[in-house]
């Protein structure tokens, strides 16, 4: 699944296919701060341990600094497809990948994909050495930018 959504996000960080794409925005999740800070502050609230609490306060911060965190990346965007979970993956009988309901695509950073997509696949209690393998792969892969 990795190289699959991979092969897709390569695709689509080339400038001449995503201009095929115009109508799908950017995602900008600074758009989307004073939700962030009302989800922090309800947490606050409802959270009765302090370490815990401090930790939603460093959180608060990290909002302020989306945009200008995001515009330090120096990552490209490309298409992803943003639920990218098991419910909306399957493979055929020909062993290919189909990747379907897309319709909360958006442009955005590739890792989107496959951190989500990892997070319903590893077991509760995986290693960080299986996180950092996948990552690794996935980073290869996008190193390479050899596959098609």
């Known amino acids: 699944m990795i190289e699959s959504i991979s092969i897709l996000h390569i695709q689509f960080e080339k400038s001449e296919n995503r201009a095929e794409i115009t109508e799908i925005p950017q995602f900008k999740a600074w758009d989307s701060i004073p939700l962030y800070k009302k989800m922090v502050e309800t947490a606050y609230i409802d959270e009765e341990n302090l370490i815990l609490k401090a930790e939603l306060v460093g959180v608060s911060s990290f909002i302020d600094e989306l945009e200008?965190?995001?515009?330090?990346?120096?990552?490209?965007?490309?298409?992803?497809?943003?639920?990218?979970?098991?419910?909306?993956?399957?493979?055929?009988?020909?062993?290919?990948?189909?990747?379907?309901?897309w319709e909360l695509c958006t442009i955005a950073i590739p890792h989107r994909d496959i951190i989500e997509f990892l997070s319903f696949v590893l077991p509760e209690d995986f290693s960080k050495h299986r996180l950092f393998d996948y990552l690794q792969f996935h980073f290869e892969l996008h190193a390479d930018k050899q596959i098609t």
Do not use: M
């Open 68 to 101: 200008t965190n995001f515009n330090e990346l120096n990552i490209p965007t490309t298409l992803i497809h943003n639920d990218f979970n098991t419910r909306n993956i399957a493979i055929r009988s020909n062993g290919k990948v189909c990747i379907y309901d």
